[in-house]
């Protein structure tokens, strides 16, 4: 299966004792990079969840947002910094002197200042809290991997339709060709004998110019590989998996066959043909860039 690399998932865990909530939102990377926001009291899982995430997810940039709210009566803890307070309080002295004020500073104005009380979390539960944290994770990846499919799917039948309309564009340029050199070999002929007049024309001469206009507008080899490349991504498609960066590079080589297709052709309908081909390998770029 194909997995689109924009995708979002969400979790939620609630038990007698927590509530933990997990959002997973994703964008096209070249790799994968991983943003992780964790409330302070959960630092010390980030790396396994980030070990969870990797299960799932090979390339995007993925944000990931844990929210977790202890219902414990006892969870936080209220400290009261003395020193702290005595600090200011010998400040405020100091600017009641220097400056000739009133100091009214009362107990409430003091309780406000920074760091004289400081919320603590109490010791949690580390192997309880972990387990619910994990299936929050863990949940909010399956939604995610399944909308990541489901966008893959959207991407895969639009790709497919491209190349079917590719691959018709390559069958026109291999039938134009022959008409071609036959048109060339006509006003060629032509050509001579109106020079000519009614002298005898040298009929290997016109097959040797034939031969050489031909061979410099040959474009059999480029057809070849780009119906192979088209195959090619029709399987990686097939095949699903973390394919994207393989189809970006048969996506290149798709590229270059249609330009060198397009530099080598006189004839307008084939320069059409293959700048509409162009067009498609383009849009299959843009598409493929978001494919995991």
């Known amino acids: 299966m194909i997995k689109s690399m924009t995708g979002y998932g969400r979790s939620e865990k609630i038990t007698e004792n927590a509530k933990c909530t997990v959002e997973i939102k994703s964008v096209n990377h070249r790799y994968l990079d991983l943003t ?4 302070r009291k959960l630092n010390m899982f980030e790396s396994q969840i ?76 580390e192997d309880e809290t972990w387990k619910i944290v994990k299936e929050a994770v863990t949940e909010a990846c399956d939604a995610f991997v399944v909308s990541r499919i489901k966008e893959g799917e959207n991407l895969r039948n639009d790709l497919l339709d491209k190349l079917d309309v590719m691959e018709k564009n390559v069958a026109f340029i291999e039938q134009r060709f022959p008409k071609i050199i036959e048109d060339y070999k006509e006003r060629l002929t032509n050509k001579i004998k109106e ?41 990686a498609l097939k095949t699903g998996g973390s394919v994207g960066k393989r189809l970006d590079f048969l996506a290149q080589e798709l590229n270059r066959e ?31 860039q978001n494919i995991e």
């Open 36 to 39: 992780i926001k964790l409330p």
């Open 50 to 125: 980030r070990d969870v995430l990797k299960d799932y997810i090979q390339r995007g940039k993925v944000d990931v947002y844990v929210s977790y709210e202890d219902y414990a009566k006892e969870s936080v803890s209220i400290k009261y910094n003395p020193e702290v307070a005595a600090e200011y309080l010998k400040f405020f002295a100091e600017m009641e002197e220097e400056f000739d004020l009133d100091n009214d500073v009362r107990v409430s104005t003091l309780s406000r200042m920074p760091d004289v009380f400081v919320a603590e979390d109490e010791n949690i539960n």
């Open 195 to 235: 020079v000519l007049e009614d002298r005898q024309i040298d009929e290997a001469r016109i097959l040797t110019e034939v031969c050489i206009y031909s061979d410099r507008i040959c474009v059999d080899e480029e057809m070849v590989r780009l119906k192979s490349h088209i195959e090619a991504v029709r399987e």
């Open 258 to 288: 249609a330009n060198t297709t397009l530099s080598k052709s006189t004839d307008i309908e084939i320069s059409n043909t293959a700048i509409s081909i162009k067009t498609d390998i383009e849009k299959i770029r843009e598409q493929i």
